[in-house]
């Protein structure tokens, strides 16, 4: 059974950074793309990142793009989301989930398995 469970969220102060950690089981990690997606309370959740199975590739969305980076270490069976500048409208329950399909997709749809979420904070 696939396991994801993510970690590193807090109550930061708008320009802090943080890195969230989502660490994987039970899949073949290295096979599949990963996202990180969001959502604020009241809010439908949004696609903030993807990442090929490699590393190699990766997209954003646009509202994080140039402050949000993707990464993986498929030795650590762990995705990782390095988010600096944090604004408070970044505010949210953050998610990584598996994408089985063909990579780098940006709809919630696209994905099996998600964590139980982590939850980010950012003060003005």
């Known amino acids: 059974q696939v396991q994801l469970v993510e970690s590193g969220g807090g109550l930061v102060q708008a320009g802090d950074s943080l890195r969230l950690s989502c660490a994987a089981s039970g899949h073949t990690f290295i096979d599949y793309a990963m996202g990180w997606f969001r959502q604020a309370p009241g809010k439908e959740r949004e696609f903030v990142a993807t990442i090929s199975w490699s590393g190699r590739t990766t997209y954003y969305a646009d509202s994080v793009k140039g402050r949000f980076t993707i990464s993986r270490d498929n030795a650590k069976n762990t995705v990782y989301l390095q988010m600096n500048s944090l604004k408070p409208n970044d505010t949210a329950v953050y998610y990584c989930?598996?994408?089985?399909?063909?990579?780098?997709?940006?709809?919630?749809?696209?994905?099996?398995?998600w964590g139980q979420g982590t939850q980010v904070t950012v003060s003005s």
């Open positions: 989930a598996v994408d089985p399909g063909v990579g780098l997709a940006l709809d919630v749809g696209s994905y099996d398995y």
